[in-house]
């Protein structure tokens, strides 16, 4: 019971545990958390330890300051390094991912070696974002397809391209998701494209916008759907009361004729 309170979502203090499959999700959200916590801290990861310099007023230059001559200020600023390393990175990574890097002195070592390890080097870097740049240009829309899964999938290619330190504006998104709509939207594409400003329009108000056209079409799809069942029915209906009627007539005839018949033996 104790450990519960500790688990990823149970409390803020913990960073989001390290995820080796979903590598680019976990930086992501691991960036956030860092910087929602302490600047300082992001910075002590990405570009190495703070040294233990301080400007002497005397000579105007910057020296290395000895423990004991630290003032409380640097000293706080120091106590960044290891706070980066134990209190966010060694806290997120599981004890196979700390066995990897335990070796590593610094922050920034620790995280360098996470990047090569699971993003890869420059060269495995770059072979990825030219897929991903690839699958983002290629990228079309279902006739059938909905908006929400269109853009679940469309968001997967945008933000792992921004985790890559690629990406692209949020004009050309926009632009890209409304030319990859399918040929039945064009008509609200066309009304989208004279009614809004596309340079300026948020990837997330166009979802949102399109989405709600979608339930129109979806509401208008049911009530046509329900009036053609309607007319169906009535039109069975009626073709049954005829062929009854037809019935109905064809055994009078029958009767008559056979009534005739009858008659016509007791003269013979």
Known sequence: M????????????????????????WKNRFETYVKSKDLDLWHVITDGDFPPIQNNPE??????????????????KLAKNNEAKMGVIYNALPRKEYERIFMCQTAKEFWDTLLITHQGN??????KIDLLVQ???????????????????????????KALDEGFSSKNCVRKFLRA???????????????????????????????????????????????????????????????????????????EYAMARKRIQEIL
Not at 238 to 251: A, L, P, R
């Open 2 to 25: 104790e450990s519960e309170k500790y688990l990823e979502g149970k409390s803020m203090q913990r960073p989001p545990l390290f995820e080796s499959d979903g590598f680019i999700y």
């Open 59 to 76: 000579t105007k230059k910057d020296e290395v300051v000895p423990f004991h001559k630290q003032n409380n200020n640097l000293k706080k």
């Open 122 to 127: 420059n060269q495995v870097k770059a072979n």
């Open 135 to 161: 699958q983002y240009e290629q990228f079309t829309i279902l006739e059938e397809e909905s908006i929400d899964n269109a853009f679940a999938k469309f968001n997967t290619i945008i933000t792992s391209l």
């Open 181 to 255: 709509l399918h040929p039945k939207w064009r008509a609200k594409v066309t009304a989208i494209e004279e009614s809004k400003n596309l340079t300026t329009l948020p990837l997330d108000e166009l979802i949102g916008n399109l989405k709600v056209y979608e339930e129109v079409i979806k509401k208008d799809f049911e009530t046509v759907k329900g009036k053609k069942e309607q007319s169906r029915s009535l039109a069975l209906k009626v073709k049954k009361e005829v062929s009854d009627e037809d019935s109905s007539s064809f055994d009078s005839e029958d009767e």
